[in-house]
């Protein structure tokens, strides 16, 4: 345990510490006020009722002094304030203390979610990767983000805002120097933006070039975790308050003997079950979790990892053992600690994108996982679906709303849960609910589960404008399926005609998919844990349709891969709710062969291979590599700017059916029902728009034509049945409620219900 005092005590880095450092050291604490020049002020052009740009000091005043060679460790005064001076939980006090008081935060209602309002400000998103993004010789990943070329060809798409992922400083500190990011810089180390990505400043042009189209660029915040930055080196050394940033058990010398060996140049060691078992016994740890994220033997077998002995400012030497939900390099932030230094920090990072770089919106990875707890004995301890996530998502996303912005949660748990956090969190919620069943649609032709997760998701009480439909991310095919495999493990449901319990259903729609998208039949897809399965979305369909060799794919396999996309895409679009695609999905990009990522997958993380790199705008058509270094994946449809010449191209089609969700309202529409269909391949949903009207969504997930009823008690009698691709009136529904529809093979259309004016008396 940390010694009484130790926050507040003056450290020996305090006392060789002058000039700047102290007055850092008051803003940090703080007792300063703000500069002169830091006057919050308002910008209406761009972010109305917001405060201007903010400059926040202590990230501008790093400097590096001379270098001693002497241990990196709290006895090196020297360390310590060259880490205070780069440390994100010193820049949220600073931003904090300057928006304190200002009458710019008061502006807002934030108690409650609003997701048709967030969806209304961009209901159809372009989801980036700053890996694998190409741009020309010398560009930036953000200055290409803010190219008005690309923007005018997403305004002519349909697509309205910009998921940029990740682009600030990731990975962690070893000395004097920075180690890469170990999960694709989702281990944020700083505010700062990484300069491999560009500048501050081009961050900025590129939200005035979305807002000049009417569009909106979301940002990234991590609740969940760090990397091993400056602040959780300053952890180790027991500085201030920044222990309370993690849950950081100090294990008194005396009991070291539980403790494994930190090999030769690491700086921790994951715990062996043994000695996480052993330190839970001893009164130390809660031992063991709900389960082992990025579980890899010999790797991480455990939540827990030791760090290596290091002296304190005081110099005592310590060591520390630390929680970390995903890799050893993300340790985990402790929400529920005394400083609260973990929520500033996150807070302060939420508000510097808001109201310093000038985004609409922020996406909270991982923010499921932030409260943990001691569970009876011998069983593990309680990690997921804690309350204390609740409130924290409840805190954050208030605080978002309250400067005027938006959230969304990318939150795989059970549907029980994503409608807790609905109520008071994030404003919009990835759909994990319906993602795995739409895969398993297609591969099966038989949508039986989908409308299972449909209609269980309908009965929970989630809303579906409020669900982030999506086509490939960053990620994997996630199909962990934790409403049944977890939480309702137990309970009873139907599919094909058999009783199964929640985890045989999960367990049997795993399976199929494992068995239909890896292995010899589609080698070039892979698992990826127990998570999902590591693919592209084309090469996904590509597995679906039994296309086994990539290289010898026909130009009417091209062509038939082409709708299924556009299947998929009219599945997560026609729906309400966000829509959201990638730049792989635009440039319909395979799946890199594992070779040319071999030592990025080493230690078990395939998802490398569904994040080849592509180049959207054809900029840079004979790059190899994206600027950070991935390598350039096959494109089966080439880059925007061609496609848009074509009318019979992904992007046109795309544009299409993202015209009729546009001028219709679908997105902030509500789903009345998901009937029972007379052909296992189709899909038919029931929505209520903004003005009334009832719209139908229905679709084949079947490689064969069908025809048959669709029948529904929403659908009222004697009304007319108009596509709303063609324009043309395709029948009437009679008084059984139904009406009759043909289907293409993997084909879809939108429907709209008119009820007949009713006849004028005599």
């Not at 270098?67 to 994100?88: C, H, I, K, T």
């Not at 290596?308 to 402790?334: C, E, M």
């Not at 880059?639 to 019979?648: A, G, I, M, Y």
């Amino acid at each position: 345990m940390r010694e009484p005092g130790t926050s507040e005590r003056t450290s020996e880095a305090d006392a060789a510490a002058a000039g700047n450092a102290e007055v850092e050291a008051e803003v940090e604490e703080g007792t300063a006020e703000p500069s002169p020049e830091l006057e919050v002020t308002f910008d209406e052009q761009f972010f109305a009722a917001r405060p201007k740009a903010l400059r926040p000091i202590a990230r501008r005043r790093q400097f590096v002094g001379s270098r001693p060679s002497f241990e990196f460790d709290g006895r090196n005064a020297a360390y310590v304030e060259w880490l205070r001076n780069q440390a994100m939980l010193g820049d949220a006090n600073t931003l904090a203390r300057q928006l304190s008081g200002q009458a710019s935060m008061w502006q807002n209602s934030y108690a409650h979610p609003n997701p048709r309002a967030a969806v209304e400000r961009a209901s159809v998103w372009f989801t980036a990767y700053p890996l694998s993004f190409i741009t020309p010789t010398g560009q930036s990943f953000l200055s290409a983000l803010g190219d008005p070329e690309m923007w005018k060809a997403f305004r002519d798409i349909g697509i309205r805002g910009i998921h940029t992922g990740p682009v600030k400083l990731a990975g962690g500190i070893s000395g004097w120097s920075h180690t890469p990011s170990v999960d694709g810089h989702f281990d944020r180390i700083s505010m700062a933006i990484d300069p491999v990505f560009g500048t501050e400043d081009e961050f900025r042009r590129m939200c005035e070039v979305a807002a000049e189209h009417d569009g909106t660029v979301i940002d990234d915040i991590v609740p969940g975790h760090t990397g091993k930055g400056a602040d959780f080196r300053l952890a180790e050394m027991n500085f201030r308050d920044y222990p309370g940033i993690y849950h950081m058990i100090d294990i008194p010398e005396e009991d070291w003997n539980l403790l494994p060996d930190v090999p030769e140049g690491a700086d921790s060691v994951n715990l062996s079950p043994d000695a996480e078992q052993a330190l839970q016994k001893a009164g130390y740890i809660i031992g063991r979790l709900q389960r082992v994220i990025f579980y890899e033997p010999g790797v991480k077998e455990t939540n827990w990892s030791v760090t290596r002995p290091i002296v304190d400012t005081t110099g005592k030497t310590r060591r520390w053992v630390y929680l970390h939900y995903f890799k050893a390099g993300q340790p985990s932030i402790n929400w529920l600690d005394p400083t609260f230094a973990g929520m500033r920090l996150v807070v302060g990072d939420a508000l510097h994108s808001l109201v310093d770089l000038g985004t609409g919106a922020l996406r909270l990875d991982a923010n499921g996982f932030l409260g943990v707890e001691k569970s009876a004995e011998e069983q593990p301890g309680w990690s997921e679906g804690h309350p204390l996530s609740e409130a924290a998502n409840q805190l954050i996303g208030s605080m978002i709303r309250k400067v005027g912005g938006f959230s969304f949660q990318e939150l795989n748990l059970t549907i029980d849960d994503i409608k807790a956090t609905s109520e008071s969190g994030p404003d919009l919620s990835y759909d994990f609910i319906t993602r795995p069943a739409y895969h398993y649609a297609l591969v099966t032709a038989d949508t039986e589960f989908l409308r299972l997760t449909l209609r269980l998701s309908m009965e929970i009480g989630v809303d579906q404008a409020s669900l982030v439909h999506a086509l490939q991310n960053h990620d994997e095919l996630t199909y962990e399926l934790l409403h049944f495999a977890a939480g309702h493990r137990d309970e009873m449901f139907e599919l094909n005609g058999e009783e199964l319990t929640g985890a045989q259903l999960a367990e049997n729609v795993q399976q199929t998919l494992r068995d239909r998208l890896t292995g010899e039949k589609a080698p070039y897809n892979a698992v990826f844990t127990t998570n999902g399965i590591a693919c592209t979305s084309v090469s996904f369909i590509m597995a679906a349709l039994g296309i086994a060799d990539p290289d010898a794919v026909t130009p009417e396999q091209e062509a038939q891969i082409r709708d299924v996309h556009l299947l998929l895409a009219m599945y997560n679009a026609l729906q309400p709710g966000v829509f959201a695609l990638s730049g792989w999905d635009l440039t319909g990009i395979l799946a890199l062969d594992r070779s040319r990522v071999r030592e990025l997958t080493s230690q078990g993380d395939t998802r490398w291979i569904n994040r080849g790199a592509h180049d959207l705008m054809g900029t840079s058509p004979d790059a190899t590599t994206s600027s950070a270094g991935m390598p350039r994946a096959r494109s089966l449809y080439g880059p925007l700017p061609e496609q848009l010449k074509d009318p019979d191209s992904f992007a046109r089609r795309l544009q299409r059916i993202l015209a009729v969700r546009e001028d219709n309202g679908i997105a902030t529409g509500t789903l009345l029902d998901v009937p029972d269909v007379s052909n296992r391949g189709a899909l038919v949903l029931v929505n209520r728009l903004k003005d009334g009207a009832l719209q139908v969504t229905a679709l084949n997930f079947s490689g064969q034509d069908i025809a048959g009823s669709i029948q529904s008690n929403e659908l009222p009698s004697g009304a007319n049945v108009q596509d709303l691709f063609s324009g043309e009136t395709v029948g009437q529904v009679d008084d059984l409620h139904s009406f009759f529809l043909e289907l293409p093979a993997y084909g879809g259309t939108a429907l709209l219900l008119t009820e007949p004016e009713p006849e004028a008396e005599a």
